[in-house]
């Protein structure tokens, strides 16, 4: 509790306009860390796009694409989890 005049504190649950403003651009700036395609009207095209262009749009995905090359090259296994199931989607597109 400790809400004053109605307001809610973050503690609560709730929070002012602004901190949801703030909330909402550190999700967008996540979103553009991970990879292009994760913004709305951005999406992998039903036919699918080059996986090149998929490695080259991202540099995260650029460097988990030397990662996983040197790994598979020594015979390790990999694990690869995301809270974005949309970057699932991207990094099922680029395994396949």
Do not use: W
Not at 24 to 34: E, G
Not at 39 to 47: I, L, S
């Amino acid at each position: 509790g400790g809400g004053v005049e109605g307001k809610t504190t973050p503690s609560e649950g709730g929070g002012t306009n602004d901190q949801r403003k703030l909330q909402s651009l550190l999700m967008q700036l996540r979103k553009c860390c991970n990879h292009p395609y994760l913004f709305a009207g951005t999406e992998v095209p039903d036919e699918g796009v080059p996986v090149e262009e998929l490695i080259e749009a991202s540099g995260k995905l650029g460097v988990l694409d030397r990662i996983l090359t040197r790994l598979k090259a020594g015979g390790h296994r990999v694990v690869l989890f995301s809270q974005f199931t949309s970057m699932l989607d991207i990094l099922s597109d680029y395994l396949s």
